[in-house]
């Protein structure tokens, strides 16, 4: 499994922890949930978002992530595989 470290505290932005909402990454957007499993919150990437974003490894990138509302938000890190 990849994901996307979420270098923001989701609670307060978005008003829950495991927040809800659409990703976009290099213009390829997706529906996903923040995850919290046990470390810092983080987005899971799976292989065909990773690979429509164009993705290949360790980059350095921006993301928006945003609810169903006005809400948006940029965040920057090396994603893991």
């Given at each position: ?26 213009g ?32 350095t ?9 006005p ?11």
């Amino acid at each position: 499994m990849c994901f996307i470290p979420v270098t923001f505290d989701p609670k307060t932005v978005f008003g829950k922890t495991r927040a809800p909402g659409k990703v976009t990454v290099n213009g390829y957007t997706y529906r996903s949930t923040i995850a919290a499993m046990g470390g810092p919150p983080c987005i899971p990437l799976r292989k065909s978002n990773r690979e429509a974003a164009g993705l290949e490894g360790g980059e350095t990138l921006c993301l928006r992530a945003s609810r169903s509302g006005p809400v948006s938000v940029l965040a920057a890190g090396a994603w893991a595989r």
